[in-house]
């Protein structure tokens, strides 16, 4: 079945450092990428999206990578703050009204 | 940025009865919404995807008459969860799709404790 694989269930690092996370997508090959926040009881609020044309992504802080051969995007969050604190998950989509499959997410932290 | 909005935020309520869950698009036309449901620490979980106009399409292992899903309208569909029994208690989140490349649009989800 078609997954998409965050292996880190949660990362923890110091403020002012890059924060990496990785998702692996298995078993199809998504048209585009996108990675969402969320907060504790909150809904998911989206942040960037990535096309398989697509080598890179910046927007602000935040860069995203799509590398096809891989089968894997890094979201990278730039000088890292405490507020950047949550839950990133990756979807991916194959086109059209078709539903995205989620990531089960990475918790991130940042530490003062 | 488009806006989702989703009522209530959380309910309690009593084994055996129904809950109702509206989300409404505020600022654009959902042609399509989809329910996810999400237990603690685990990942979004498709239950349905509807339509406008038009019967949900369910994913697999969910009761379609358990959950019913009405799309009366390009901003406004609901989830009712019927005869509800503890183990439905969950964090349900409603999205909406705007137009068919564009990122979905997330409410806030309803958090459903069956007592």
């Known amino acids: 079945s078609q997954k998409i694989e965050q292996n880190s269930e949660a990362l923890n690092i110091q403020e002012g450092k890059t924060a990496t996370l990785t998702c692996n997508y298995t078993?199809?090959?998504?048209?585009?990428l996108q990675w969402y926040r969320q907060d504790p009881g909150r809904g998911p609020v989206f942040l960037l999206l990535?096309?398989?044309?697509?080598k890179e992504k910046r927007k602000e802080r935040l860069k995203v990578t799509f590398d096809t051969t891989l089968k894997q995007s890094l979201f990278h969050i730039t000088a890292s703050q405490p507020a950047d604190s949550a839950t990133y998950l990756c979807?991916?989509?194959?086109?059209?009204?078709?539903?995205?499959?989620f990531g089960k997410g990475t918790r991130l932290s940042v530490i003062a | 940025g488009a806006v989702v909005s989703q009522h209530p935020s959380w309910v309690i309520c009593k084994s055996g009865t129904s809950v109702k869950i509206e989300c409404r698009s505020l600022?654009?036309?959902?042609?399509?919404m989809f329910w996810y449901r999400q237990f603690p620490k685990k990942s979004l979980m498709l239950m349905a995807t509807s339509n406008e106009g038009s019967k949900a399409t369910y994913e697999q292992g969910v009761e379609k008459d358990k959950f019913l899903i009405n799309h009366a309208s390009l901003t406004l569909s609901t989830l009712t969860v019927t005869s509800a029994h503890p183990e439905d208690s969950s964090f349900y989140i409603c999205?909406?799709?705007?137009?068919?490349?564009?990122?979905?649009?997330f409410g806030n989800g309803t958090r459903l404790t069956v007592t």
């Open positions: 990535i096309r398989e044309n697509e």
């Open positions: 999205s909406g799709l705007d137009r068919g490349n564009s990122p979905l649009h």
């Open positions: 979807a991916g989509r194959n086109s059209g009204n078709t539903p995205l499959v």
């Open positions: 078993n199809y090959s998504p048209a585009y």
């Open positions: 600022d654009f036309q959902a042609t399509t």
